[in-house]
Structures are given as C-alpha cells and as structure tokens.
C-alpha cells in the first residue's frame, strides 16, 4: 500500500469517534436520568468480579467533570487513529481497551477503577512512539503535535493526585508502547530514493557520471558503445533567461 493511500479521509474518521463518545454519554445520561450507580462494574483489582471493569469501566465515569476532561481527548486521539492508522485502528481500539484495563487489574489498588483515561493513554502513548519509530515525516508531526496538547498527562502516570487511577493511567502507557513496538505492518512508510534503495550503484547513475572523482562537473560526458568502443559526446544545453 502507497503511503498517500493511508491519509485518506472518510466518514469513518469521524463517525467512529463520536458515535464512541455519544456511548459513553449516553451511559453517563441513563445513570443521572434514573439514578443508577455503574461504579461497581468497574475494575476492582484481584478480584475475579472485578474481570468484568475491564470492557464496562471506560463507558463508566464518576461525574460530570470527570467524563468532561476525557471526551475532547478521546474524540482527537480516536479521529487521529482512524485517520492516521486506519488499518490498525479497531486493533488498537479494542486490545487496548482489554489489554490497559487488564494491566490496571493487576497493579491497581483495592478500588473501583473507571473511565476512558486509561483508553487515552493507550492512544497518546501509540501515537507518538508509533510516529517515532516509523520515521514518516506525518506521522513525526503527529508525535510532535500530541507531546505539544498532551504532554503533561505523563505526570498522572504516578500517584501525585487523590482519587485518580494512576495505575490506569499507567496500564495505558505501557500498552501504546507494546503497541507501537509490535504493529509493524500496515504503517505509512517514508518514501525511499533511488539512491537509498539496497541495489543502488553510484556508477550507474546518470547524474553522478557529469562529475569526476574531484567533483568537477563534466560538460561534455564521454561514453563509451560497442565492441568497436565508438565514442559519443553529449552536450549540455544552458539555457538563460535575462533579466529586464
């Protein structure tokens, strides 16, 4: 697959996202609309219940504040994704949701553990070592552009707040990690030159035959043709324009 075949734009890239986020809402509606309390569906650590929080806690928030901060993040990150990774986005999207929520399982502490920000943190994790390690000038901006609107969160990868699940948030990271460590193919490449591909002669290039072994450009290239070793001489044309 070309690399300009992968930055293709369609209803999916925002779609997906919002019809994500409408869920998460939607969920956060029916609990204040009929006074249920999804808390327990979250992950509680080393519990066999607790199983359960890994697919139900990022659809599960605490309050209006705490669904507020993770659904701008979500829906830029998951537009990104869909944009920028399209063959890989789902992949990225459910594993880590399973592989993040499962990490926070077994690290975090004897509490209900919710919401989207571990998710998130798989997503700002991916997005900027895959854009790094992939070398596509892209993909780097991306990187470059997600350390500049989201770079601050590593600070809640540690337990510097009451109240928040650093272990998720620590889960997340270490899950964009893995991700973009194993998710290799289906990636934007950067483009390679001629002279950057592994069967590259600088002798048989004809750009490099108008220069001498001391860099002096040759007007008039020698070549020789034939068993007779006839030779040809082609002349370089300069053009000028004048200035008025």
Same mark, same amino acid.
């Given at each position: 697959?070309?690399?300009?075949?992968?930055?293709?734009?369609?209803?999916?890239?925002?779609?997906?996202?919002?019809?994500?986020?409408?869920?998460?809402?939607?969920?956060?509606?029916?609990?204040?609309?009929?006074?249920?309390?999804?808390?327990?569906?979250?992950?509680?650590?080393?519990?066999?219940?607790?199983?359960?929080?890994?697919?139900?806690?990022?659809?599960?928030?605490?309050?209006?504040?705490?669904?507020?901060?993770?659904?701008?993040?979500?829906?830029?990150?998951?537009?990104?994704?869909?944009?920028?990774?399209?063959?890989?986005?789902?992949?990225?999207?459910?594993?880590?949701?399973?592989?993040?929520?499962?990490?926070?399982?077994?690290?975090?502490?004897?509490?209900?553990?919710?919401?989207?920000?571990?998710?998130?943190?798989?997503?700002?994790?991916?997005?900027?070592?895959?854009?790094?390690?992939?070398?596509?000038?892209?993909?780097?901006?991306?990187?470059?552009?997600?350390?500049?609107?989201?770079?601050?969160?590593?600070?809640?990868?540690?337990?510097?707040? *009451?109240?928040?699940?650093?272990?998720?948030?620590?889960?997340?990271?270490?899950?964009?990690?893995?991700?973009?460590?194993?998710?290799?193919?289906?990636?934007?490449?950067?483009?390679?030159?001629?002279?950057?591909?592994?069967?590259?002669?600088?002798?048989?290039?004809?750009?490099?035959?108008?220069?001498?072994?001391?860099?002096?450009?040759?007007?008039?290239? *020698?070549?020789?043709?034939?068993?007779?070793?006839?030779?040809?001489?082609?002349?370089?044309?300069?053009?000028?324009?004048?200035?008025?």
């Amino acid at each position: 697959m070309k690399s300009n075949e992968h930055f293709k734009f369609s209803t999916g890239v925002i779609a997906y996202p919002i019809f994500f986020v409408l869920i998460i809402w939607l969920v956060f509606w029916f609990e204040v609309r009929f006074g249920f309390r999804f808390n327990k569906y979250g992950i509680y650590p080393k519990t066999a219940l607790g199983l359960r929080g890994v697919l139900f806690s990022p659809f599960i928030h605490g309050d209006i504040k705490h669904i507020y901060h993770n659904t701008i993040p979500l829906f830029v990150l998951s537009t990104a994704l869909f944009y920028f990774y399209r063959p890989i986005a789902w992949k990225v999207l459910f594993y880590g949701i399973l592989i993040s929520g499962f990490l926070t399982w077994c690290i975090g502490r004897p509490s209900y553990h919710i919401g989207a920000s571990g998710l998130i943190y798989v997503l700002v994790s991916f997005t900027f070592f895959k854009g790094v390690f992939a070398k596509h000038y892209r993909l780097i901006a991306l990187s470059l552009m997600v350390v500049f609107l989201y770079g601050s969160m590593i600070w809640y990868t540690m337990p510097v707040e *009451e109240g928040v699940s650093w272990e998720g948030h620590l889960a997340g990271l270490i899950t964009g990690l893995l991700f973009a460590l194993f998710f290799r193919k289906s990636i934007a490449k950067p483009k390679k030159y001629v002279w950057e591909q592994p069967n590259y002669n600088e002798d048989d290039d004809p750009f490099l035959k108008h220069f001498d072994e001391n860099g002096n450009f040759i007007e008039h290239l *020698e070549v020789e043709e034939g068993p007779e070793e006839t030779k040809e001489q082609t002349t370089v044309n300069y053009i000028y324009k004048s200035e008025k």
